[in-house]
C-alpha cells in the first residue's frame, strides 16, 4: 500500500500502523498505514474521508480504536501533551474572537503554548510580520477580511515555532489571489521556517503544485501515497486548442490526425474536451509523457501552419486517481457514449456524497 | 534554517519584511504554565483588563459599589456615639447585596467560557498542551476567583474601619475570618453554577439572562414560600426549604457554622444537623457544575 516508503525512513514526522477509528454507526479510519516524512505533504480526502478524525488523533485527543500511530517520534496514546508542545494545528472553520486584535490573541496562544511572556509576545509580533499581517494586527479582528483572518489562524498554528503544523484545509473561502499567497505561504513554512506541513485539501491541484508528497484517503483507507513528481509524471494532461486556417478548415481534427500519427495518446472522447466549458469541441486533451510531447505539439502545430491558441496543463481531481488506482489508462473507462471524462468524476462524486452523508467533524 | 539572510540594518520599513525567520530554542514552560496563563487572562478578564474599555464599565462598577457601600457602612458605624461594632455583620453583607453580586457573575460567566464557544476557539486551547480538565480547572478558578475579589473587598474595608474605629480586635479579626470563609464558599458554589448556565447557552444575551434567572427567580421563589410557611406556622419547613436556591444555601451554612444571623424569616437558620445537609448540597453542586463542565467540553474537541 504504501509506496512512500522508501523515501521516508530517515526520519518520520508521521507514522501509523494499521490505525482504525470505529464509531458506532461508522469507520472513519481503516487500518491506515502512513509514513510521512520531513516537508510539505498534502492530504487529500473529501469530506468524510478521515482526514479530521486522522488530526484528532494525531494531536492524541481521541484515542484510536486499534493500531499505532506516532508524530515526531513520540507515541501519539502516552505523549499527547508533548505531542501538542510541538505541534501546531490550524482548524479549518472560523476560530478568532472578533474582540481583541490579532497580537492580543497570538499572544494568548503563544503562551497557551507554554512561551514565557517576554518569549510569547517577541515570537508574535514576529510570526505576525513573516504571515503579512502589519499595521493591521493592532485592529481587532472582527473588522479583517477572510484572507486576513486566515493569516492570523495560520499565525496562531505557527508562534510557538513547531517542527510540524497541521493545516486543515486553510485555502477554504479564499478568492483565487488569497489562495495563491496562502499556498506560497505554506510552501515557504518549510522552506524558509525549516517545519514540516501537514495540509489537507479536497481539491488535488491545488496541492499538487505546493507539496513534495501526497497522500489520499478515501472512506478511511489509503488509496495512494506517493510523491508529488510521480503524480505529474504519469498523469498530466495537454490541452491544447488551434485555429482554423484555409488550408485546414478543421484545424483541431488536422492536429488530432497529425499527433496520431506521431504515436500521442489522445484522451477523452477521441481526444476532444467534451467538458463543456467554453471552446469544448475545439480543444484536444492528449497525455504528455515528457519534454518531448510538448515540442511535438510545437512542431505539428507549426507544421500545419495553425494558430496555437493554448496549450496548457490540466489540474487533476480526485477523480482522476480514481481512475488511475482502477490500473486502466484513461481510454479504458470509456463505455459507451461522449461523455467520459464527465462520468468518472460524477460517479466519484456520488461516491463521496454518500460517505460524506454519515459523519463530519465531531 | 532561514534561507534569506537578514537585512535588518536597513533602516527602511519594508526592508523589516526581509529578515529570516528566527526559530525558538528558548524554554517550554509546558502544562501547568498554560493552566496558569488560562488561569490570569479569564481572572483580569472578569475585571475587563486587557480587554477594550467598554468591557470595563460594567465589572468595575459593580466593584465600585461593593466597595463603597461597606465604606459607607463604616463611616455610619464609626459616626455613631459609643459603637462597639460595626452596623453590619460580615457575614451579612454579601446577602444584602446578592443582587449586585447576580448582576457580576451573569455579566461575566459567559465572557468567561461562552466568547471560545461561541467563537469556537476551543480547538486552539485543547490543541496545545492543556487538557480538558485544565481548562475548566482554570475557568472556574477564575471565575471564583473573581467573585472572591468582588465580596471579599468590601470585607476588607469593613474590617480595616473597624480597626481605624478601634473596636474589638479579636471579635472583629475572628467574624472577619468567618466573613471570607462564607463569601469563599459563595464565590465557589456561584462560579460554578453560572459557568454551567453560561456554558450550555452559548449565545451571550441568553447566558445573561439564565444565570440571573436561575439566582433571582430561585431566591424569589423560595422567599417567598419560606414567608408563606413562616405565616403558617410550619416553622420546620423554613429550614429545608432554604436548600432550593443558591444565596439560601449559603445563608443556611454560615448561620450553622460560621455564626451569622439568618435571614429566613424569624431569623431561624438551620441548626448543626440541618447545617451539614446544607454544606453537603453546596459541595455537590460545586462537584456537579465541575462534572456538567468537563462533559460539556468532551463534545467540543476539535
Known sequence: MARATNVVFVTAVI????????????????????????????????????????????????????????????????????????????????????????????????????????????????????????????????????????????????????????????????????????????????????????????????????????????????????????????????????????????????????????????????????????????????EATGEETYDLVRDSVAGLGLGLVRMEQRRHQIAEVFRTEQGGAHAAAVPAAGVVPQSVPQSAQQVVQQKGSGRDEH | MSTETGTATGRDASRIHNIGYRSYDGPRLGRAYARRSLFSQTLRGSFGLGRSAKSKVLPMLLFGVMTLVAAILVAVSMSAPDASKLVIEYTSYAIYLQAVIGLFIAAQAPQAVSRDLRFKSVPLYFSRPIERADYVAAKLAATASALFILTGAPLLVLYVGSLLAKFDFADQTKWFGQGLVSVALLSVLFAGLGLVMAALTPRRGFGVAAVIALLTITYGAVSTIQAIAWETGSEGAVQWLGLFSPITLIDGVQTAFLGATSAFPGGEGPGAGAGVVYLIVVLALVAGSYAVLMRRYRRVGL
Open chain 1, 15 to 286: 507514522a501509523t500502523e494499521a490505525l482504525s477509528m470505529r464509531f458506532p454507526r461508522v469507520t472513519a479510519l481503516d487500518r491506515l498505514t502512513l509514513d510521512i516524512g520531513p516537508g510539505v505533504t498534502g492530504l487529500v480526502g473529501s469530506n468524510g474521508a478521515g482526514k479530521s478524525t486522522l488530526i484528532k488523533i494525531l494531536l492524541g485527543l481521541s484515542p484510536a480504536t486499534e493500531g499505532r500511530a506516532a508524530v515526531l517520534g513520540l507515541d501519539v496514546a502516552t505523549s499527547g501533551a508533548a505531542i501538542r508542545e510541538r505541534v501546531g494545528y490550524m482548524p479549518e472553520h472560523d476560530c478568532l474572537p472578533p474582540d481583541v486584535s490579532a497580537t492580543e490573541f497570538v499572544v494568548h496562544m503563544a503562551r497557551m503554548s507554554g512561551l514565557p511572556p517576554t518569549a510569547a509576545r517577541e515570537r508574535t509580533a514576529d510570526t505576525l510580520r513573516h504571515v503579512g499581517l502589519y499595521e493591521e494586527r493592532y485592529r481587532p479582528i472582527g473588522g479583517y477580511s477572510t484572507g486576513m483572518k486566515q493569516r492570523v489562524k495560520l499565525a496562531q498554528a505557527l508562534v510557538h515555532d513547531p517542527q510540524l503544523v497541521l493545516l486543515d484545509e486553510p485555502t477554504n473561502g479564499l478568492d483565487p489571489v488569497g489562495r495563491d499567497e496562502m499556498l506560497g505561504l505554506i510552501r515557504r513554512i518549510h522552506t524558509d521556517f525549516g517545519i514540516s506541513v501537514l495540509v489537507t485539501s479536497h481539491l488535488l491541484g491545488e496541492l499538487e503544485r505546493t507539496c513534495d508528497h501526497v497522500v489520499v484517503i478515501d472512506g478511511g483507507t489509503l488509496l495512494r501515497s506517493s510523491s508529488t513528481s510521480d503524480f505529474t509524471q504519469t498523469t498530466a494532461t495537454l490541452a491544447v486548442e488551434v485555429t482554423d486556417s484555409d488550408t485546414h478548415p478543421d484545424g483541431t481534427g488536422a492536429l488530432r490526425k497529425a499527433l496520431t500519427e506521431a504515436g500521442v495518446t489522445l484522451i477523452g472522447h477521441d481526444g476532444i474536451d467534451t467538458e463543456g466549458l467554453p471552446g469544448a469541441g475545439h480543444i484536444l486533451l492528449i
